[in-house]
């Protein structure tokens, strides 16, 4: 039974085989064919009387006639060698934390001290001259200040 298997298998690969050098036979001879154009055929053996290598063809003589893309369109045109301006966008302006001081942290409470010498004990969500307390540690805080985060360190 195992051998019959193998067997066929064998006959599929000589298939695929046959059918591929059928098909690699059939667009070798289109190729040709298509190569024996007058044009074509004249591009393709000028050389000169001294035997050296063939001239390209004139790019300027090129037309492309197709409601396609033309693929040597990159190849024709010259670059452009004007690079673009540079565009400087102007920074945003850097976000200042307003003067406040951490001077101490009791179970999870902050003491805050503001520029005008004001204390204030805040917790998580508290909020003190538009500064946010996001988070309480033993020995610094983490602040939100215009969608900024900033920390705090016990001084």
């Known amino acids: 039974m195992a051998m019959k298997n193998v ?74 060698t004007n690079p673009p301006p540079i565009r400087h966008e102007p920074s945003p302006p850097e976000i200042i934390l307003p003067q406040i001081s951490l001077n101490g942290v009791i179970e999870g409470v902050a003491l805050i001290q503001t520029s005008n010498r004001e204390l204030f004990f805040a917790e998580v969500g508290d909020s003190i001259q538009g500064v946010r307390i996001k988070a309480v540690y033993k020995d610094s805080v983490m602040l939100e200040y215009k969608s900024k985060n900033f920390s705090l360190k016990l001084q």
Not at 15 to 37: E, H, M, Q, R
Request: avoid cysteine.
């Open 7 to 80: 067997m066929e298998h064998r006959g599929i690969q000589f298939f695929l085989v046959v059918a591929v050098a059928i098909i690699w036979g059939y667009n070798t001879f289109t190729l040709i064919d298509i190569s024996s154009d007058r044009n074509i055929a004249a591009i393709n053996y000028k050389q000169d009387s001294n035997g050296s290598i063939p001239e390209l063809p004139k790019w300027d003589l090129y037309a492309y006639k197709s409601d396609f893309k033309d693929p040597f369109r990159a190849f024709v045109s010259k670059p452009n």
